[in-house]
């Protein structure tokens, strides 16, 4: 078990840095290169929401990412204190963005569910919104004959 | 994120290389929406992905934006050699149903 946590400005610019700490982080359990990406993907979807979603029209804030591997698995919380979530269901929509007009697609929860073992959104209006995601490692093998 | 072009015949080629992510993409969208207003005529744009080392639902905004202002100048779009976790991306969202992934 090993644990780190790390709190960053929510910019753009930490996006690439945030995705490629946890992916660092993963390293020892020996993930394949599929679920390394998928990992990188779903750090880097949960981090923008706070950037663009979460601390919108309150210019800027912290966010808190708290990773914690045991046995074959990872777990990536990210959380920020910004507007919350008012309707979680149909933000989980695929497809659902409050910022179409940004080119923002709407996937992004889609692509974290998927792309993890598992997922679950926490959020309260007005007070923050909290992701927490795991990803089991060796499971594809694991399918395989 | 890099973005060269080449013009072959009727078609405009634009290869993307580096990491798509909302920090990188203002840049890259003003650039690509250049060329698009400057090649309007064409009669297609193949977005080449081989270069994208690693693309969020950012590139999926990227893409339906360029789709849809191609589709203005009645210009096709394309997409060629996206890496593994782009192509999960791509497939995921159905995106290959508007712009289809060719082999050039
Ligand atoms: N951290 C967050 N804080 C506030 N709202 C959020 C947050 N994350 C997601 N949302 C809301 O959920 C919607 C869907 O998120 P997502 O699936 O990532 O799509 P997108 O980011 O493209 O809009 C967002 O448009 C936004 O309204
Ligand atoms: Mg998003």
Redesign the interface.
Known sequence: MNEMILKFPAR??N??FA?NAVAAFALPLEPS??EL??V??AV??AV?NC??HGYRGKGGGWITLTCRTEGDALTVEVSDEGRGIADIGMALEPFFTTAPS????G??F??MQ??MTDFRVESEEGAGTKVTMTKRFGQGQANVG | MNLQWSRRGEDLYLYLSG?L???S?SDV?ARADRLIDENAGLSRAVFNLAGLK?????G???L??RYKRLKRYGMGMYLAHPE??AD??LA??GLYSIMPKIQE
């Open positions: 753009s610019e996006e690439v995705r290169l599929s990406s998928d990188k993907t880097s979807e923008t950037i663009v940004e080119e923002r697609s996937m992004g889609t692509i998927t792309f | 990491e992510d909302e920090h993409v969208r690693f693309m969020d639902s950012t999926i905004g990227f339906i934006g593994a976790g999960k991306i995921l969202s």
